[in-house]
């Protein structure tokens, strides 16, 4: 398995070198096709007491000024693609989460940066990860260069992270080290079993990782601090693996993964 086709999502608000500089480096590692994607939509009308906010001719100041500001975000991406990769280009004015959501099915993984405070100028991440149907790559802040020498599996028994696992091979056989970590409130023998399974499943595809069984309660903040202590540049991990309800309304380690932005996240539902 490899990837073959990577779309590097930009948001029309954040500099895009460093994204496209990553989907660059991974379509030269994978032999991939790069498909940059950019997509922004203007804000509905609103209603006050007043009237409507925005009027005909404030909507159209506005879509020029998405059009103009994807049309640099084209002129930048094709300038730093070279001409060893094959490349194309998408865009669109409408929501950058369901544009990206409907494209994704032309790549097998998706590499973007986190989600933005305003849904009209950036994909969620969360409902990316949550809806699209492949892995998503949630870049850290100033990332230009994922070497994910030293992989973090976040392991817990779910469809959810098995997906994962399956999803992430082509970055776990090419790491130098894989780390397969679970987090659980006792260490008995089914919770090890488990761990013992995925480390031989990845042995089968060549790729001798290590087990670490985390006594204490489930938590982001206990996963981040582990993955930190063993300088992991990647955490692999299951989205929404307890009821989708409960992760949006209280949290939990997807929530704290798709809020973290100082390591590279590997997504997949």
């Known amino acids: 398995m490899s990837y073959k086709s990577i779309i590097a999502n930009l948001a029309v608000d ?11 480096e991974l379509a030269e590692r994978f032999g991939a096709h790069l498909i940059g994607l950019a997509a922004a939509d203007v804000p509905p009308l609103v209603a006050t007491g007043e009237g409507m906010v925005y009027e005909g001719e404030v909507m159209q100041i506005q879509r ?16 730093l693609v070279p001409a060893s990769i094959t490349s194309e280009w998408a865009q669109a004015v409408c929501s950058p989460t369901r544009f990206l959501s409907v494209f994704a099915r032309a790549a097998d993984l998706v590499v973007t940066g986190a989600s933005g405070d305003d ?44 997906r994962a696992v399956a999803d992430a091979l082509p970055f776990l056989a090419k790491a130098n080290e894989v780390v397969v970590a679970t987090i ?7 919770v090890r079993d488990s761990l013992a399974d995925v480390a031989v499943y990845l042995e089968h595809h060549g790729i001798m990782a290590q087990t670490e069984l985390i006594i204490g309660e489930v938590d982001g903040e206990q996963l981040l601090t582990f993955a930190r202590s063993i300088h992991a540049d990647m955490i692999v991990s299951g989205a929404y693996g307890h009821s989708r309800l409960r992760e949006w309304a209280f949290g939990g380690v997807t929530r704290t993964l ?3 932005t100082s390591i590279n996240r590997f997504l997949s539902y």
């Open 258 to 260: 798709i809020e973290e």
């Open 119 to 162: 849904v009209f100028r950036a994909a969620d991440v969360g409902s990316l990860a949550l809806g699209i149907g492949r892995p998503v790559l949630v870049i850290g802040n100033n990332v230009e260069h994922l070497r994910a020498n030293t992989v973090l599996v976040a392991w817990k028994d779910t469809r959810e992270a098995r």
């Open 184 to 190: 659980a409130s006792n260490g008995d023998d089914s």
């Open 14 to 24: 954040a500099p895009p070198a460093a994204i496209v500089k990553v989907g660059i």
């Open 64 to 79: 020029t000024e998405i059009e103009k500001r994807i049309a640099e975000l084209r002129a930048e991406f094709e300038s």
